[in-house]
């Protein structure tokens, strides 16, 4: 951490923080110029909180150098972190497609839809069952009874289950749930996030619509440093000027967190655009752009689906896009060997 | 509701279309064009779900005219709504200050800090005791012993308490609390928001950073669906490119709120802009614009707060701001009385 | 167009707003409901101020449905434009690299990056004679002198050249230029569209940082009003509150233009990032997604480049990418093919 | 300037950026960490390319400790600057209203609308000659003839003109023109800013949508660098996510920049809401929050306008606000005077 400071080290103001700092067992290194001074911290600046350091009025300005997150940070853990769910691994060239109906409606169009995306190359299953909705008059999902029909699917298919949990209160349902998902409007719910870091299911962190990349590591260093490090992340558009498509997929996260991090990184187009026929050019951009996997919404019949048809796939359209999936894969694959 | 149709009324994807909405009761005006037909919906179609329409082929776009929220929407409910805090009323003409620590530290702390903007002006009490930091290493609050603090301080000085839940978990302790307030980053929470909409305390819904009035609006109607309709409204900033100050104020939020909604409308100028030399200028303007009260963090040495020191003002520093807020509010009701 | 009216077709400011529109020669086709009329507008409202309709004051809302684009919209011109620069085709399934330093330093260095990528598979060479710096201090490019270099280099190469003009001032210096590159600070430079439109080059259009899509078309539609067709869209990245990357790159507006315009796209992965180990994830992200080409940055020392260094490829870099934009290209050609 | 260097001082690398540095007269303090250096640049870094240190493969990250903008920076020169236009001042504690229509109309129009805000209280006249409109086919201005018209309602008023100039081409008939306008989309126009330079008069330089308060700094020191420092600041709003507005008013910005800069800076609330019941707020906003002036939209038959009318006040409207805007300021000075 660098701090800017007004004044000469001899002055009162800059005397007390440079006191406070060194309380702190960190080191300073000062470096005098003639109407600033440059303080150089030198230790673990995890705990030191930038907000406190800024009230001091002889501050003018704190720069972080080293990142605020410690066990998602890939200086700390170079080698990818693998997660396996049910055998079917993410992360560290493995790659997965997890599909399914944006809300779980019946047990028939679960273990329809299921069986149809498995066949396709899907290995992971998605359905939601308690649905956060913008307005209380929309459909609120089908909650401890679509839990219900995904364990059905998965006893039929053997596909691992994907859900998202909306409250704690709710935990008790997800007993035989494979994959917790944290979506983009609980992304800093931090009670939440620190009881799942007491559970070891792998986590599905989602990026808040206006959080930093920076944030959503921080999301996940809630999880881990309450022992759970199973986390993985997903990039689902983030919200800009723009009104052409529902959000703004932000490629350039894919590698960036691919840099910062050692956790698997999975993308979601569907939400990203709220538009189907987008579906396939994000995907396939993502999967070019380094994604270790893709959450897809597939639809037995999207223009009766309970919410978010518009994005949703048919299933023939579904089929088509993962052979290209593959492909695509295939392609980045061949580089890494040529290496 | 205007839905733009590709096609002609005697094609089959119209006709379905037109049968799925008729059979909700709604009644549909068609004008047809030469390669386009316009739907007019007619009748209540706030549970009508826009993603739903945009799922059938047949739809290029859907464009809502009625607001999707009925509560808090101010054609429904002309009258502005006044909320009534231990004695103290905001809205309706009504003008409070609300002050206090980011964080209670000590039973010290908050009762002389109470006494304090107290003596200032300020009639309601903040603090916090659970606090959202983004950091699982930073300082999380002193949880359910802040609460008694602030108990403490009400009895001395009479203020009632505002201060933020986390966790529907932390509930109990919030039976003396006198306005619950649900943070930027909880504000759709949905789980939660149904919940407080059981209770019949004061909610203080703070808007979240990547969130649309319309959003908040909705957030409020979770709420007031649930039979409590005692819900103010709170603009502290939102996040855009600008990165001099920590969010930007949306200033504009005022009056758009007051057009749209009966619900009063407070503002948070610290958080708003992290930056304490900037608080006065940002509540001058909110006055100015119409606000019907204020948030603002207020420390007695702002340089030791635990979080968030770099946007609080020391006890003189708010006394005069709050000297200068009542001149400016009361030139804002000259003008009333002028009318 | 529809118009949303307060009030029935009786009132005297609704039968006004009907006479301004009707004396336009548009047809309007009136649905009367109880509290609101909807006006659906009928005939080509392109050039309908929807201010001026807004300004009405029984007018409560305008929803544009047909584009504001004529020349530029895909539904009036469904096949794809192909840009023809000195044999090599951009768009309509042809794809081209644009390649070259940020800013021409000296002949020798345009001459031997101009090789070099050429080698590599680039087509078509870049490089900035006048460059738009944001501080007046820095190096603002070589100007006459850089064209003269950037001629030799095409001499030498047979490489066309693509260059930005900063002022219409300048345009006597562009008479050899082969693609004239309108930057994206200039993207709404109204004076320089229009003129731009007169002549018969080739214009590479790029989207401003704060542009939608459908600006960024209406600015081409500027161009091909005046009778110039040859318009070059690029992606470069807009600007959001995430700070990991200088802007973000808007990866859906490829499929997105795809839609609503015949007109080529190409993205500038090098601008959009900023950063050069970002440059490959997304230049193959934007193949995968569709795009009709790839303007990089490449330098024969970044470390030395007088601007833009820090997202500059070296030429070995350069040649690798090159090599796996090919086979991801080839990767998305067999998919059309399998058709 | 601070710069992170990865490795130590004795990697070939790191020399080579010392000895680079060096060579342009910056004296470096170096710290040396386990894994990383830090050096600290004195002396003035402004004409410092941070995009070429960036550039060394060395260089982990730059930070900016001065300011990058030298002639507009408050620093540099502590007193308020004060612009005269035709004997009114504007900045110092000068307050100024500048009214008039979106568009010049006709030499009525402007004649008579100039008297009403004259009356009003406003001592300077705005008004569009030359008109940026985002369609080609949208009313483009009445050009020089506008200019024309502007000097009848200035001969009849005495009020300065203040119009927009959108090409350097146009600057002849600007020569009675009392300040240049320089609009949003040109901001970053940088050869229209260095001509400026040249010429004497007042320049008002709006803030662009997607450009940061340094942004808007650098591009007045590039009209400060030509030798002209008549330079007003205008924010007018960004642009966000929210939709509610046509842009976000960053009222923020005015305290910004006042800490910042020695410039004034005037607020436009008509084109930051593009709404006309939301300018009466803004404006009295702008006011408490330290603006020096205001410049506001006016027309005499809105619904007529030709452009903007949405957002236009009719006269009797203006006559209002004028007076609240004269209190509010009037109680903004009461509190300088008590100090």
Known sequence: MVIIVKGSIHDRGVEDLLKWIEAK?????????????????????TALDIDAIKSFSAVEDVKRIQEPYKKANRKMHMKDTVINV?????????FQIIAGPC??????????????VKKAG???MRGGAFKPRTSPYAFQGLKAEGIEYLKEAKKITGMPIVTELMSLSDLDCFNDVDVIQVGARNMQN??????????????LLKRGLA??????????????AGGNDNVILCERGIRTFEQATRNTLDISAIPVLKEKTHLPIIVDPSHASGISSLVEPLALAAVAAGADGLIIEVHNNPSCALCDGAQSLDIPSFEKLAGKIFKVRECMLSFKNAL
């Open 25 to 45: 067992n960190i080191k300073v290194m000062v470096q005098e110029g003639v109407q600033k001074t440059i303080f150089g911290l030198i230790g673990d600046t």
């Open 86 to 94: 049910g055998g079917y691994k993410i992360g560290g060239g493995n």
């Open 103 to 116: 809300s779980v409606e019946s047990k028939e169009q679960i273990c329809s839809i299921a069986k149809a």
């Open 122 to 124: 899907a290995n992971l």
């Open 190 to 203: 931090f009670s939440m996030l620190k009881e799942l870091g007491k559970c070891n299911k792998p986590i």
């Open 211 to 224: 959080n930093t990349i920076e944030e959503l590591l921080m999301s996940a260093e809630y999880i881990m």
